[in-house]
């Protein structure tokens, strides 16, 4: 089932939002010349589904009206450029037809570059000068399609109404702008286009989940245009309504318990606060969760006027998790630590917070002992600061075995403050007296 594919992660999650209201096709026509049709039920292929559509002429008046298709070719251009484009990702916008298509084309080039978008549909040679402007050979198609896949090329939105619809494969493609009524499996086909996994470590990107922009209002009637029953709908496609729910929830119930572990300020005395506290692995393991998923819920929501009263403190907890995170990962260089929205949003609150990097590392010489000493910081900085640096003096001289023994009793000496064998003051001693172990040998 769909649910078992998203569980085992071959598939993702899809979260989708109505358009504004007045962008919107108004119920009853929806109903009325779609919804309701018993010819309509079930469509297995779009070709059917564009045969019920030509008939639906009053739908197809509104979804292609001038001033709306304006309006709509806006919407979508500040909705990519704010939410998908900083993501690294692509986007597919539905037209009802081969027209409607090629009126969003010139709607869109007025607001953004033209070469972000390309129209992809099938050409007839009886067609208009309108359609045959976007005529495109097969070699073009294939240049395009291959184009799209890539991350650093144009375009970056396919218009289609058909084509590419099924069986088109681009991982890259995180959301559908939908402006043509759908239902069953050609709208279950339609939407799986944006839900395949993507993954791409030198850029940073995990996509975590699918987008569908409805401008139809097709998903206001989930119940009715997807024929199965409602906990299988449930598990390919959620209100994006729910996580603002869930996102409030976290920030009100869950957050606060964190945020008091520092001042108003957060400053160097908040970092051994937080070291000390979250000295337990376990403790860390349950922070790290809760903020993984107050995080995601922020990437999928963000931009929004909803997360106004939010911003604040969703940067003050990613500035805790950004401390906890290098003070205690396994690594001493820390990559991939926040996903992109969250990634500005800190680099813009940066200077708010009074931390003067109470992490640095040292060198590991004739002056640390003196150098940790008058640092000002607490002793379970000093602890945190010392192993790390240990650390990477034995990595950059890996062909040092006293240094290679000295980076694994100093990583002994954590775990025992860690597990709070020993205490702060005690694990600190330890660790100086290797630093003049190895300055004495």
């Known amino acids: 089932s769909i649910a078992d594919s998203i569980s085992d992660g071959t598939t993702l999650p899809l979260y989708y939002n ?62 990519y450029t704010e939410n998908v484009e900083p993501l690294g990702y692509k986007a597919f916008l539905v037209g009802v037809d081969r027209e409607a298509c090629a009126m969003y084309k010139h709607a869109l080039d007025q607001y953004l570059p033209p070469e972000y978008s390309t129209v992809v549909y ?33 375009p970056k939105i396919l218009i289609v109404t ?16 939908l402006d043509k009524p759908m239902r069953d ?37 989930l119940e009715k245009a997807l024929a199965f029953d409602s906990d299988e709908v449930n598990a390919i496609v959620k209100d994006i309504a729910l996580l603002k729910g869930l996102f409030k929830h976290k920030m ?29 692995p376990e403790r860390r393991k349950e922070f790290f969760k809760a903020y993984k998923e107050v995080e995601m819920l922020y990437e999928i929501i963000s931009p929004d006027a909803f997360l106004r009263p939010y911003i ?26 926040f996903q992109r929205k969250t990634n500005s949003l800190v680099q813009e609150h940066v200077g708010t917070y009074n931390v003067n990097a109470p992490l640095e590392l040292v060198e590991i010489n004739e002056r640390t002992i003196e150098l940790i000493k008058q640092k000002n910081a607490g002793d379970g900085t000093k602890v945190i600061n010392l192993v790390k640096s ?37 694990a600190l001693d330890d660790l100086l007296r290797l630093v003049q172990q190895n300055e004495d040998r």
């Open 18 to 79: 109505l358009a504004p209201n007045e962008l919107l096709v108004p119920h009853e026509t929806v109903d009325k010349e779609f919804l309701a049709l018993a010819e309509a039920a079930g469509l297995a292929d779009i070709e059917h589904l564009n045969k019920v559509l030509d008939r639906a002429v009053n739908l197809k008046n509104f979804l292609k009206g001038k001033e709306r298709v304006k309006k709509v070719a806006a919407f979508v251009a500040r909705h």
């Open 390 to 426: 240990i650390e990477k003096k034995a990595e950059s001289e890996s062909d040092d075995p006293f240094l290679i023994a000295m980076a694994e009793r100093a990583k002994a000496v954590q775990e025992s403050f860690e597990s709070r064998q020993s205490d702060t003051k005690e």
């Open 252 to 280: 009100e119930q869950q957050v606060p318990a964190y945020l008091a572990l520092v001042g108003g300020r957060f400053d160097d005395r908040d970092v051994d606060t937080l070291i000390e506290h979250f000295r337990d």
């Open 122 to 154: 099938t050409g007839n040679n009886n067609d208009s000068a309108a359609l045959k402007e976007w005529h495109m050979d097969e070699k073009k198609e294939r240049q395009v399609r291959k184009a799209f896949t890539k991350l650093d090329q144009q």
């Open 312 to 337: 604040e403190p969703y940067a003050t907890l990613s500035a805790i998790y950004d401390v906890v995170r290098k003070a205690y990962t396994k690594r001493v260089e820390v990559d991939r630590e």
């Open 162 to 177: 058909e084509k590419l619809l099924t069986g088109f494969d681009a991982p890259l493609l995180y959301a559908m702008y």
């Open 185 to 221: 499996h050609t709208l279950l086909q339609a939407i799986a286009r944006v839900n395949r996994p993507y993954e791409n470590e030198q850029a940073e990107m995990v996509k975590r989940h699918g987008f569908v922009l409805d401008f139809v209002g097709i998903f206001d009637k």
